[in-house]
């Protein structure tokens, strides 16, 4: 099982990035997703999950209206959309596989906002 997390880096508060975690060796398209998150000095926190079709979206109060996720099941690829980043969006940011009572995750991707 792998799921390679891209697309993080540094950007200004405001700013937009697109996270992706390309996902492997098991059945992507029956697995829950979900993208976590942990900051300098934070716990890990819920951001996003999704349901196995895509038709279900919860979003952690902190990124509602700001961040988007969705599934690709025939690219095997999970996103997150962040838009109008700010300071405390700062962490590490994590790709989560709930398959078949298994938990699978990333190594995660760094995201950094600031100016």
């Known amino acids: 099982v792998q799921l390679v997390e891209s697309g993080g880096g540094l950007v200004q508060p405001g700013g937009s990035l697109r996270l992706s975690c390309a996902a492997s060796?098991?059945?992507?398209?029956?697995?829950?997703m979900r993208w976590y998150r942990k900051g300098p000095g934070k716990e890990r926190e819920l951001v996003a999950e999704i349901t196995r079709t895509g038709g279900g979206k919860n979003y952690a109060d902190s990124v509602k209206g700001g961040f988007t996720i969705s599934r690709d099941n025939f690219k095997n690829t999970l996103y997150l959309q962040m838009n109008s980043l700010k300071s405390e969006d700062t962490a590490v940011y994590y790709c989560?596989?709930?398959?078949?009572?298994?938990?699978?995750w990333g190594q995660g991707t760094q995201v950094t906002v600031s100016s």
């Open positions: 989560n596989a709930d398959w078949s009572g298994h938990v699978y």
């Open positions: 060796g098991f059945t992507f398209s029956r697995s829950l």
